[in-house]
Antibody
Framework: QVQLQESGPGLVKPSETLSLTCTVS????????WSWIRQPPGKGLEWIGY???????NYNPSLKSRVTISVDTSKNQFSLNLSSVTAADTAVYYC?????????WGQGTLVTVSS | EIVLTQSPGTLSLSPGERATLSCRAS???????LAWYQQKPGQAPRLLIY???SRATGIPDRFSGSGSGTDFTLTISRLEPEDFAVYYC??????????FGQGTKVEIK
């Protein structure tokens, strides 16, 4: 059974860059798309973007100018960088397997943007 | 961008009752690329339905999906205690972004 685990700082200062890593176990990154999705406290879900194991990416147009997703197949990890964060970026960030549908998810990690 | 509107916002029902949740799209969802997810407090969402009506692996048959075009429905035939949760629809037929509805909370009456 594939398992995903997010890791990274839980607190980021405004204007800085949010950086998270998702470690995949129980399976390989190869052959699959991998996504980041976020959920502000008490609100709905927002797809951030995905990366194919080979490195091709696609991002939500609303975040595209600030988002970079990368992959490290040697570590079975993929990562999210979100630059110039504001309080509006405070959310639980999930990593998930899939390009269109998301059938395996990490447990999520809360990132708070605050000085 | 396709906007998904779910109704009602909250559904108050008793165990054993039937739940009917609606998801309406601002424009037609191509090829019925519409999914439903269940989310319980403190947990990640779980895929229930894809392709508007196909159950994901391991999902009980009391969950069913229907609809096409702009109107979709998730039905839970008889609510079990573990079904009280928030349900989200998601469209994945258009170019990015893959959008989600705002959710329907099914709570115990």
């Amino acid at each position: 059974q594939v398992q995903l685990q997010e890791s990274g700082p839980g607190l980021v200062k405004p204007s800085e860059t949010l950086s998270l890593t998702c470690t995949v176990s129980g399976g390989s990154l190869s052959g699959y798309y991998w996504s980041w999705i976020r959920q502000p406290p008490g609100k709905g879900l927002e797809w951030i973007g995905y990366i194919y194991y080979s490195g091709s990416t696609n991002y939500n147009p609303s975040l595209k100018s600030r988002v970079t997703i990368s992959v490290d197949t040697s570590k079975n990890q993929f990562s999210l960088n979100l630059s110039s964060v504001t309080a509006a970026d405070t959310a639980v960030y999930y990593c998930a397997r899939g390009q269109l549908l998301f059938n395996f998810w990490g447990q999520g990690t809360l990132v708070t943007v605050s000085s | 961008e396709i906007v998904l509107t779910q109704s009602p916002g909250t559904l108050s029902l008793s165990p054993g009752e039937r739940a009917t949740l609606s998801c309406r799209a601002s424009q037609s969802v191509s090829s019925s690329f519409l999914a439903w997810y269940q989310q319980k407090p403190g947990q990640a969402p779980r895929l229930l339905i894809y392709g508007a009506s196909s159950r994901a692996t391991g999902i009980p048959d009391r969950f069913s999906g229907s609809g096409s075009g702009t109107d979709f429905t998730l039905t839970i035939s008889r609510l079990e205690p573990e079904d009280f949760a928030v349900y989200y629809c998601q469209q994945y037929g258009s170019s990015p972004p893959k959008t989600f509805g705002q959710g329907t909370k099914v709570e115990i009456k």
